[in-house]
């Protein structure tokens, strides 16, 4: 019998492909995917082949070298010993050659077959071949015949061409193998820039051999040297990503001021700043010596970042500071015609850039650096907003988006999935001026987070953010993302991303001798306050010890979301009543040390919610109000608004 393909028939077909790609753990999602019956079985005898001209690239060769060593972290499968078989299991084209340093438009895109007998990656050129690569390793999973890669036709380019992470390392150092570790997971999820704050006022973290008391009295002791820099670059370039050294001035500079005070508008005198906030030291910036002195330290760095871009920072220079209430600036002001302090540093801003296009390199600097006497060559990273990324590309201006992207805030994945560089006021902009918008950059910054709960601070919600930047604008199922997040992050633990066993690491000392099960049972429907909220509690400085209860905590309580999401009255049941008796059999922990027992009024809220959940789902509502929280543990119950929902009880 001809099957005969009426217009339902086909519908349904496509749905069917859908639906079954759906399914594929990838993320970020392909433009263009389906699947087909079969899959590519993973065995001692998997291979891979290069050919084309650009397969000779030592990205291509070294990104596919690691992909044999991680398939073995995926599946625990050695390699045959002996010559490669004639015919390889993954087949990589690299159409053509890209010497030279990376740039932020190179071509990304690449063609992925996989069939039951082989699977072929086809690039134009070299990162194209990188990106092919992650997507396979993220599709090879058990099966009931082993290891293997479903069938699929994967056609696949990035929407933006810059898709970054801002990482702060000034606040809290973290050591270069953080560093390496960051960046395979950055290429892991397809990210291609990581913008290095090197310095702050609570840091200088980068060796300058022109004038060492940068990092002789700005930074501890704790910095990269320059052998270090250098190697985490061309780490960086193995994996397709780009380095983008920022160098924080005027504000934000209090660490440059400890070693070299006559850069500062003010008398002193300077040491590191052990606190978060925004700082009154303010670079002098009417001073011929400041420029002569930045013109040596750019030079100096612009030999080490080979990236055309280079961050000057520019942002929350204090109206109150240093500058008010220095004579000689505002008399500098009064005969430069400068009629305010935002004149003043567009000033300073005009002949930095001059220096930095002197040293081959095209500045970037936070919003607050827009000002329209400024070269349109240079980068505006907003943080304050679409507005400001839509004032930018309206006056010619190329731009990145960071607002609503900030990772320190631990907010949930779905709030930063929702944020689009190209929605908000960018949307009324003119095609032309929407070209100028090259993408985003998620931004952690490090007051909280510190070498041991990085990588729980970071993923696995960059990976979501990542998506955002790089698949197609239609691509916004909320549910369909935390499914293949979930997947996502286990493989990103396999790729050696400590995001899971940190935390564990962290509970573990915390209990002692005591059984970590309860307290991990109790740690996973907690999260930590949201926004800046942990600020306003505490003072917090950059020397004291961060491990509480609430520094082991990921952002995103998975089983809180659940909860929160489901109307099943079976699973809430099942849920409060395991989440009571965990929270009862935890208190005997916490009242055993110190460091635990500010948490006991939490576990006994734990408690208390539960019984009125459980109320509520017999139809026993209770007629007084909920208790006020406890804010000093820092803490959220993840899985409260639920039992809100339950009881029909108002929002706190």
């Not at 002949?351 to 827009?370: C, F, N, P, S, Y």
Request: hydrophobic share 40%.
């Amino acid at each position: 019998m001809r099957l005969q393909l009426t217009l339902p028939l086909v519908i349904a077909i496509l749905l069917a492909s859908i639906c079954a790609a759906a399914e594929l753990p990838l993320m970020p999602w392909p433009s263009q995917v389906s699947t087909g019956p079969g899959s590519l079985l993973i065995d001692s005898h998997f291979a891979v082949s290069l050919t084309g001209p650009g397969a000779t690239d030592l990205r291509v060769k070294r990104s596919a070298s690691r992909l044999e060593e991680r398939l073995f972290r995926q599946t625990g499968i050695p390699q045959a010993p002996g010559p490669a078989p004639a015919k390889a299991s993954l087949q990589i084209v690299v159409e053509h050659p890209k010497p030279g340093i990376q740039q932020y438009n190179d071509d990304e895109t690449y063609h992925l077959l996989i069939t039951a007998e082989k699977a072929t990656l086809t690039a134009k050129e070299p990162l194209g071949a990188l990106r092919g690569m992650e997507t396979f390793l993220q599709l090879i999973r058990a099966s009931e015949n082993g290891f293997s890669a479903p069938s699929a036709d994967i056609t696949d380019q990035p929407r933006f061409p810059w898709r970054g992470l801002s990482l702060d390392v000034s606040r809290h150092f973290l050591p270069v193998p953080a560093i390496r570790r960051t960046l395979d997971g950055m290429a892991a999820v397809k990210l291609n820039v990581l913008h290095w704050h090197l310095s702050d006022d609570q840091g200088f973290r980068a060796e300058s051999k022109l004038h060492p008391l940068l990092q002789n009295k700005g930074s501890d002791g704790l910095f990269y040297t320059q052998t270090e820099l250098r190697a985490v670059v061309e780490y960086a370039r193995e994996r397709g990503i780009r380095v983008v050294p920022e160098f924080d001035i005027p504000g934000h500079a209090t660490s440059w001021f400890a070693g070299y005070p006559q850069l500062a508008s003010g008398a002193g005198p300077y040491e590191i700043v052990r606190e978060p906030g925004i700082l009154l030291a303010t670079m002098d910036p009417t001073k011929d010596s400041t420029y002569k002195f930045l013109d040596a330290f750019i030079g100096e760095m612009a030999a080490i970042f080979p990236d055309a871009f280079f961050h000057i920072g520019g942002d929350e220079v204090s109206p109150k500071g240093e500058w008010t209430n220095n004579p000689h600036i505002t008399a500098f002001m009064r005969r430069n015609h400068l009629k305010d302090l935002a004149a003043l540093q567009a000033e300073f801003n005009r002949r930095v850039q001059k220096i930095v296009a002197t040293h081959g390199k095209r500045m970037e600097g936070w919003d607050e650096i827009l000002d329209p006497d400024l070269p349109k060559s240079i980068v505006i990273q907003s943080w304050r907003g679409p507005k400001s990324l839509a004032e930018a590309a309206h006056h010619g201006y190329s731009g990145i988006l960071s607002s609503g992207y900030y990772l320190d805030l631990m907010q949930p994945a779905a709030q930063h999935y929702a944020v689009d560089p190209m929605k908000g006021e960018t949307e009324a902009l003119t095609a032309e001026e929407k070209k100028r918008i090259l993408g985003g950059e998620a931004a952690m910054w490090e007051e909280l987070a510190t070498m041991e709960n990085i990588d729980a601070k970071l993923w696995p919600r960059l990976a979501a953010i990542a998506e955002r930047l790089w698949s197609p604008e239609t691509v916004t199922d909320v549910d369909s993302m935390y499914r293949r997040l979930e997947a996502t992050s286990r493989w990103l633990e396999l790729q050696g991303i400590e995001h899971r066993s940190q935390p564990l690491f962290m509970l573990q000392r915390l209990a002692g001798a005591a059984d970590i099960e309860t307290l991990a049972k109790f740690a996973a429907i907690l999260e930590p306050v949201k926004g800046y909220a942990r600020h306003r509690n505490h003072k917090y400085s950059s020397l004291e010890p961060y491990n509480r209860l609430v520094d082991s905590l990921a952002p995103e309580s998975d089983a809180g979301r659940e909860f929160n999401q489901t109307k099943d009255r079976d699973i809430l049941r099942a849920r409060l009543t395991e989440w009571r008796a965990n929270a009862e059999a935890v208190l005997p922990v916490l009242r055993a040390t110190t460091l635990l027992s500010e948490n006991v009024p939490l576990a006994e809220r734990v408690v208390e919610l539960c019984r009125r959940g459980l109320d509520a789902l017999d139809s026993r509502l209770a007629a007084t109000p909920f208790p006020e929280p406890d804010n000093k543990s820092e803490i959220l119950i993840a899985f409260e608004p639920g039992v809100r929902r339950l009881t029909g009880a108002a929002a706190p």
